[in-house]
């Protein structure tokens, strides 16, 4: 998700370099857009290194470049791009701007091209927060749709004592939050989450592996990073960017996913293992080249580790665990054997023949199955949306077990 970050002109725009690490930290990406008033504050250096993105605040390109077509509908580029526009902080300049119709910049040209969400935090002298025409400009703002993030009351840079201090950086980023939909029902809980294939090594340049892109599982790292939890990925090989705010570990064979996945359980609240770990592998590694010529007369496989069936025997009673299958054939059948033997709280299974579904799509169509039951067929929706869906579930059974741990002198149940 994408979110765009207007600075003003006033003394608390340095505060807006904070905002920017808090909303990185839930995964999101961030443009920054200044005002020329805001330059005279900080500089755009400063913002580009913490998005690391190109920071905009002319509507044409910078002075003395040559305007272009790009430069010249960059606002509506941007406009359709982002899925929120936070402005912090918003001086009473801007608020009557935008309060009006007015496009003079390209932050307030943004305002109107914009159909997402618009945050605004004001910060300003307190006799100019309490002018009837600030009021006036915030209360038809607010009547608009737009939230307002009130500014908080105490000593001003002026000098002077009252409202108009901008609001807290954490306060205006929940916000934001809020705004996107994003939840904190994941706070406090550290996911493990496993993703991508494993590669088994034939000779120095050929490996046993298959389809898998890693998708699923970095789309749930992502997603149970955006509702709060501290999440550590540990990937097979992928070419997937790195999400956002996430500890990656990389890792090639299933015997070092097996070993990294083990020395992270402990600190893990929630596992959800989502790799497609070779089933098998090669029972000897040949040495450099085998030649076409020379041939294979035989090729000896034996299995790999069962990495989930060895956390579901390691891991503690308090500990979620959830687990993934693709299959083919008989499919409900299979899933329910897999959760009954590896003890599983979650299963969440597929039939990779269907299409939109399994290795290299975008787009998935998952049965979730749970210990207690019940089951959920879900409609074809991309893996971000499947992801929030398991992560749904990992919540109310985490409800479900706090409950119990509540009401049980025994404490808290075992593996399902």
Partial sequence: MRVAL????????????????????????????MTRSARQFVTPLTFAALSGRKVISEMFGEPGGEANVE?????????????????????????????????????TTLVLATRAPLIVAPAMNVHMWQNPATQANVEALRQRGVRIV?????????????????????????????????????????????????????????????????????????????????????????????????????????????????????????????AAVADFRPAEKTPGKIKRQAGLAALKLVPTRDILAEIARRRRPDQLLVGFAAETDHVLENAAAKLKAKHLDLLVVNDVTQEGAGFDSDTNIVTLLAATGETKPLEKMSKLDVAQRVLDEVVALRKVRASKHLTSPAGPPGPS
């Fill in 150 to 274: 009130e500014p908080d009351e105490g000593y001003l840079a002026c000098g002077m004592t009252g409202a108009g201090r901008l609001a807290s950086v954490p306060a205006i980023a929940a916000a934001v939050f809020a705004a996107l939909g994003l939840r904190d029902d994941l706070k406090g809980e550290t996911v493990l989450v496993s993703a991508g294939p494993t590669h088994e090594p034939l000779d120095d340049v050929r490996y046993l592996g298959n389809r898998s892109s890693g998708k699923m599982g970095y789309a749930l790292a992502e997603a149970a990073r955006r509702r709060g939890a501290q999440v550590v990925l540990v990937s097979g090989p992928t070419h997937l960017p790195e999400p956002s705010g996430v500890t990656i570990e990389r890792v090639r064979t299933a015997e070092e996913m097996a070993d990294a996945m083990l020395r992270r359980l402990e600190a893990a609240s929630i596992v959800v293992m989502a």
């Fill in 6 to 33: 207007g600075v003003t002109g006033g003394i608390a725009a340095y505060k807006a370099a904070e905002l920017v690490r808090l909303l990185q930290d839930r995964g999101l990406e961030v443009q920054v857009v």
């Fill in 71 to 107: 430069s010249a509908i960059e606002h509506v580029a941007v406009a359709q791009s982002i899925d929120a526009l936070v402005i912090a902080p918003a001086t009473a300049d801007v608020l009557g701007k935008i309060a009006h119709g007015l496009a003079d910049d390209f932050l």
